[in-house]
């Protein structure tokens, strides 16, 4: 598969993880956890599955079960245990609210990068928001959201509502990404997910979604952590 990082659509799937991975970084060192090591992990999780992407063995649709839906399972996998742990519970009391909710904004450009590939012929239209894809409303509101919350003006209910939505909106892509594979093609053989399985699209479930998955866990462990009576104002 053709790839140019001269294209914005292309240089998104780079920068995006990285920026990401940066904020991980920075909210691990916040929380009183090491930078370092994450930065190390995280580091090695990008450079693995980049390696895997790249020997192709995420395409060997043949196998049972297909390695890139085991990847997916990894991929839920990683993101519950970073929420659930102790490592979970200093990010979602240390970091800021408005800094867990705003961070999903960079699905934002993640779906504009994501359209652009269906014009391109890379990505299935399914998966882009001029098809089942409604996640560029969790990318856009996650801006809106944090910034009320850093200004003292969101609410519990808000936080939970959008956290709630971006959740949903996450799960049916995740399905839609999954029923579009080569090994069920619900959407016809003309429209297969197949360019996730390509280095630097790897990056998109294997990062992107991961962030987005463990985000939305540590902003609900982040609400349960806030006294009722404190509303949902940002954390010091």
Not at 61 to 88: D, E, N
Not at 150 to 158: D, F, M, S, Y
Request: charged share 5%; hydrophobic share 60%; net charge positive.
């Amino acid at each position: 598969m053709a790839v140019s990082y001269a294209n914005p659509s292309d240089l998104a799937f780079v920068v995006l993880p990285l920026a990401v991975t940066g904020f991980l970084v920075w909210a691990a060192g916040r929380a009183g956890r090491s930078a370092v090591l994450t930065a190390a992990l995280a580091l090695a999780w990008m450079a693995g599955t980049w390696m895997i992407a790249a020997s192709g063995v995420l395409r060997q649709w043949q196998r049972l079960p297909p390695p890139m839906l085991l990847l997916v399972v990894a991929i839920i996998a990683i993101a519950s245990a970073i929420a659930f742990s102790g490592y979970g519970a200093a990010l979602a009391t240390r970091i800021p609210l408005a800094a867990l909710v705003g961070v999903q904004g960079f699905r934002l450009p993640l779906e504009l990068a994501m359209h652009a590939l269906v014009g391109r012929g890379v990505m299935p239209p399914q998966m882009s928001y001029g098809g089942l894809n409604y996640d560029i409303v969790s990318g856009a509101t996650a801006i809106l959201v944090a910034a009320f919350l850093a200004t003292g003006r969101a609410g519990r209910g808000l936080v939970l509502a959008w956290n709630l939505l971006g959740l949903a909106l996450l799960a049916n892509i995740l399905v839609v990404a999954i029923l579009s594979m080569p090994m069920i093609a619900a959407f016809g053989p003309d429209r297969l997910n197949t360019f996730v399985t390509y280095p630097p699209y790897v990056w998109l479930p294997a990062v992107l979604v991961l962030a987005a998955l463990a985000g939305h866990l540590l902003v609900f462990r982040a609400l349960r952590a806030i006294p009722p009576a404190a509303g949902a104002t940002p954390t010091d």
